[in-house]
């Protein structure tokens, strides 16, 4: 009697974690991904410029925005070079229409950049900021994150083993 109280509490333990590993592994996408499908860009912070207000580590939502939409005071992330890839997220602290440029500072830097942003560089305009969930997708990304996410849907699948194992050696 006892070993069968046993065998039916693990059943319900590992199908419990399965389904929790499940939630976290859908929770996660949702938040990294998803924003994608609805037309957001997703950076990571990944220097101290913007502090405190974007903390390293975070995760930012950036709209598509046209120039004429950016006022100042709005945070912007920009192509830090024509064709470059590399990001920046910057306040907007002046605009300067004839020149179609923004002059812009880091929240935690003393001065402005050294070089305006023309329109034509300007990514969209900051949305949402999560802290801390930038470390995660970064994780994620890395090779040691790929096999962390591979060993998580192996041990679902062993749970539910697991799980389907006790509940038939029970009967």
């Avoid at 592994?25 to 220097?47: N, Q, R, T």
């Avoid at 949305?127 to 997708?137: D, N, T």
């Avoid at 060993?151 to 006790?166: E, K, N, Q, R, T």
Wanted: glycine share 8%; hydrophobic share 50%; net charge negative.
């Amino acid at each position: 009697m006892y070993e069968r109280l046993v065998i039916v509490k693990l059943s319900r333990i590992f199908n419990i974690l399965a389904n929790i590993i499940i939630a976290l592994i859908v929770a996660l996408c949702a938040v990294i991904m998803l924003p994608k499908v609805f037309g957001y860009e997703v950076y990571g912070i990944l220097s101290g410029s913007m502090l405190p207000n974007y903390p390293i580590g975070s995760i930012i939502y950036v709209q598509h925005e046209e120039a004429n939409n950016i006022g100042v005071g709005d945070v912007i992330t920009f192509n830090m070079a024509a064709g470059s890839d590399v990001v920046a997220t910057h306040r907007v602290v002046e605009i300067n229409s004839e020149e179609e440029t923004f002059t812009t500072k880091g929240d935690n830097n003393d001065t402005v950049d050294s070089s305006p942003v023309s329109f034509e560089r300007l990514i969209g305009k900051v949305v949402l900021c999560i802290p801390m969930l930038g470390y995660v997708a970064d994780f994620i990304q890395s090779t040691n994150g790929i096999i962390a996410g591979v060993g998580a849907i192996v041990m679902v699948f062993a749970l539910w083993f697991l799980s389907d194992y006790f509940k038939k050696h029970n009967k």
